[in-house]
């Protein structure tokens, strides 16, 4: 009964792969946010959307795209995947209007 | 940018202490949330305090907005509430919504 998914929950690729993680949401909400947690660190922001059309980079965008294929999905791409890449993916979604961010699982991602 | 400071960085406690963890912000606030992250990653929204007090269980926290500083109580310790809880803060003027996480703090809670 998740209201935020992420796939896939774990994910071990190597150096120069492209990968793509996916992030989908049964809130109804329109912003959509990706972020990154390295071990012992808080998040930071890689990338957000206001809705489809509305797509914002944040604090560390270098290395990474997204797409934002519906109001309900937003996937964040790593076109060449490299070691320090390596950490804990989040999706996060909050209504327009609202003050409050839902985090979806997560996704551990590992680059050899 | 904005500065989100949390300690203590750890902190141990037996099962049954209580125990305050504190957030300090540089710069005024729209919005901010407490976290707990369990240790199997995941993060659970605690509360939504912008400003004033809230409740819920043995868990309380007060923003007090004018200052620059949240609290979060933990009351009643147990094993279940380890985990790493993180101050997050969507500063005034900004985006909305894009949260500046602090580097939270470590509790561990021991039998």
């Known amino acids: 009964d998740a209201d935020v998914t992420q796939t896939p929950r774990n994910r071990i690729t190597k150096t120069g792969k492209r990968i793509m993680l996916e992030c989908s949401q049964t809130?109804?909400?329109?912003?959509m946010y990706w972020y990154r947690q390295d071990p012992g660190l808080g998040l930071q922001l890689i990338y957000y959307s206001f809705d489809v059309k509305d797509i914002n980079k944040g604090e560390i965008s270098d290395g990474y795209s997204v797409s934002r294929q519906a109001q309900a999905k937003f996937s964040l791409s790593l076109e060449s995947a490299i070691p320090n890449q390596t950490a804990l993916y989040f999706c996060?979604?909050?209504?327009?209007?609202?003050?409050?961010?839902?985090f979806g699982p997560g996704t551990r991602l590992t680059v050899l | 940018g904005i500065q989100v400071e949390q300690s203590p960085p750890d902190l141990i406690l037996q099962e049954g202490a209580n125990s305050t963890l504190r957030c300090n912000f540089s710069?005024?606030?729209?919005?901010l949330q407490w976290f707990h992250q369990n240790p199997w990653g995941q993060l659970i929204n605690l509360f939504y305090?912008?400003?004033g007090t809230k409740q819920n269980g043995r868990l309380s926290a007060t923003t007090v907005a004018t200052e620059r500083y949240s609290l979060l109580y933990i009351s009643s310790s147990q094993t279940t509430d380890s985990g790493v809880y993180f101050c997050a803060v969507d500063p005034y003027g900004g985006s909305q919504g894009n949260l500046i996480f602090g580097k939270g703090t470590k509790l561990s809670v021991k039998p």
């Open positions: 809130k109804g909400h329109d912003r």
């Open positions: 710069d005024s606030v729209n919005n």
């Open positions: 996060a979604t909050m209504p327009s209007g609202g003050n409050e961010q839902f």
């Open positions: 305090i912008p400003s």
